[in-house]
């Protein structure tokens, strides 16, 4: 495992990184608008050195002593699940669940690209490919996003249907392929070393759906991101904004060389190779919603409110959407599936129902949040205002009291506002939108998982005393994942 001075390191390879409203940066780990949030993956990588940090992101010494990184092992068994999910859970708290691409997702993409291609059985090489890409992925700690392969919308609105798919095979050589075009949004391509492009770019060969891991500082690459959250700068005023902004964005391929040891040939749906990145996905959510609720409490007890019912009411809302999600993670860990080569999949239909009922309650979490500490948190101070000889000790007759100072009762208030009324939440809401194709998608892979259709409907007939016919409903769960969105152009 490479420090976090070895990864700030790394990102000056020449990457060509556009962010919109910022213009070209030149260096990710000095430009204001991306110091930060590097900053905060050094800090990701540099947590496998801290001994205080040892037993939640290391593995058990070995006979020789060493300890792996949690985020880079391929899970085997429950108490593998068990142990990954406490270390994705605690390292997610530390950004309120805002930096949901960690090296330690890239490592679940590498195991998803392993499991789908020995699943598919293209040929040995393929799998001698991804497999060789995973070791080396948990080896050096590269940082891996995932990219689905969608097109842009402008792609979307050309005229000839052939020309609307995300990538163009520009020529095809011994050594691998040469591709052209533009991959829509995915999330910290600014801030990875490698994205891989999935099944929806549009590249077949023959049965296959070819994707490809493309190097961010490969020639010919341009990573174009988002603009930044609007956010004070005042950290006091920003204490999330100012360090978690993951700026999604797109890249664009002008005739970018992939080598045939990183084109791995999948099915025309990203959703075979999937399986752990909802599992880690879900972690995040509940991360945010944990902060969530762990920032209610601090409110409550900081408003005085410990003894007011309808804010205890609030809370208990809080906790009973916090433990759905935690118990769907407990129960997908404690009740897996393997595939054929003996990986262990966290129960799907646990992953599924958590992932419905967190994107159901996030919305309203937030509301709560919003309401509970009351007016002060739109009109809390900042520290330059506290300190001010003008308005400081009016501020502080307004603000201190009941054992808080009005610096630190201001700083919690000031934690509460960035994380629920801030562009970076609003960032956050509008993106888990989309993501995995938001409710409805979900609620297709629900349907797909979910095994017992038959057995409940043919349990129930059991109970009557006139014989009835043996159902089979099977077919419930055959039914496709809904499509994309069609798009059609104006005439």
């Known amino acids: 495992m490479r420090t976090g001075a070895e990864y700030r390191e790394a990102l000056r390879d020449g990457r060509r990184v556009w962010v919109i409203g910022e213009g070209l940066v030149e260096d990710v780990t000095v430009h204001p608008a991306t110091r930060a949030t590097v900053d905060e993956y050094v800090a990701w990588y540099d947590r496998h050195f801290d001994p205080e940090w040892h037993d939640v992101v290391l593995r ?16 085997r068994s429950v108490e593998d699940l068990r142990a990954m999910g406490r270390c994705f859970s605690a390292t997610t708290f530390q950004s309120a669940g805002n930096l949901t691409h ?3 997702y890239g490592n679940l993409i590498a195991l998803g690209i392993l499991d789908a291609v020995q699943q598919r059985n293209v040929s040995a090489e393929q799998i001698a490919n ?3 890409y995973r070791e080396m992925i948990a080896r050096t700690g590269r940082f891996l996003t995932f990219s689905a392969g969608a097109a842009t919308i402008g792609y979307r609105m050309r005229e000839d249907p052939g020309e609307r798919l995300a990538l163009t095979l520009v020529r095809e050589t011994d050594a691998g392929l040469v591709v052209r075009g533009k991959v829509g949004m995915h999330t910290s391509p600014v801030y990875a070393e490698d ?4 099944s929806h770019c549009g590249i077949d060969r023959g049965p296959h759906r070819a994707t490809f891991i493309v190097p961010v500082a490969a020639p010919g690459v341009t990573v174009l991101c988002r603009k930044i959250a609007a956010r004070h700068p005042n950290p006091f005023m920003a204490p999330l904004s100012s360090r978690f902004d993951e700026l999604d964005g797109q890249m664009w391929l002008e005739d970018v060389f992939i080598p045939w040891e990183r084109v791995f040939l999948m099915d025309v749906t990203p959703e075979p190779m999937a399986s752990w990145l909802f599992w880690h996905q879900l972690y995040c959510w509940l991360s945010k919603a944990e902060f969530t609720l762990g920032l209610a409490l601090a409110c409550t007890h900081a408003m005085g409110l410990v003894e007011h019912e309808p804010t205890i009411e609030y809370l208990i809302d809080l906790v009973v959407d916090v433990q759905t999600v935690r118990s769907c993670q407990t129960a997908a860990e404690l009740d897996p599936e393997f595939t054929a080569e003996g990986y262990c999949i966290p129960g799907r239909g646990h992953i599924a129902a958590g992932s419905i009922a967190m994107q159901k309650a996030r919305q309203r979490m937030a509301e709560i949040l919003r309401i509970l500490p009351g007016s002060s948190l ?16 009016g501020l502080d007759e307004s603000f201190a009291g009941g054992g808080y100072t009005a610096l630190q009762r201001s700083a919690l208030l000031q934690l509460a506002c960035d994380h629920v ?15 995995n194709g938001g409710i409805p ?14 057995e409940l409907a043919n349990g129930v007939l059991r109970s009557l005393s006139v014989d009835m016919p043996k159902l089979d409903l099977e077919g419930l769960r055959a039914a496709p994942l809904s499509p994309r969105r069609p798009v059609t152009p104006p005439r």
């Open 60 to 75: 058990p010494p070995d006979t020789s002593g060493a300890r792996a990184p949690w985020s880079f092992v391929l899970p």
């Open 421 to 435: 009324a801030s562009a970076l939440d609003g960032r956050e809401s509008a993106f888990e939108l989309h993501a």
């Open 195 to 198: 994205v891989y492009v999935g």
């Open 102 to 104: 960690t090296p330690a």
């Open 130 to 132: 991804a497999a060789g």
């Open 378 to 393: 739109v009109v809390a101070p900042s520290d330059k205002d506290l300190a001010a000889p003008e308005v400081g000790a």
């Open 441 to 454: 998608a979900w609620r297709g892979r629900m349907r797909r998982y979910f095994t017992r259709y038959s």
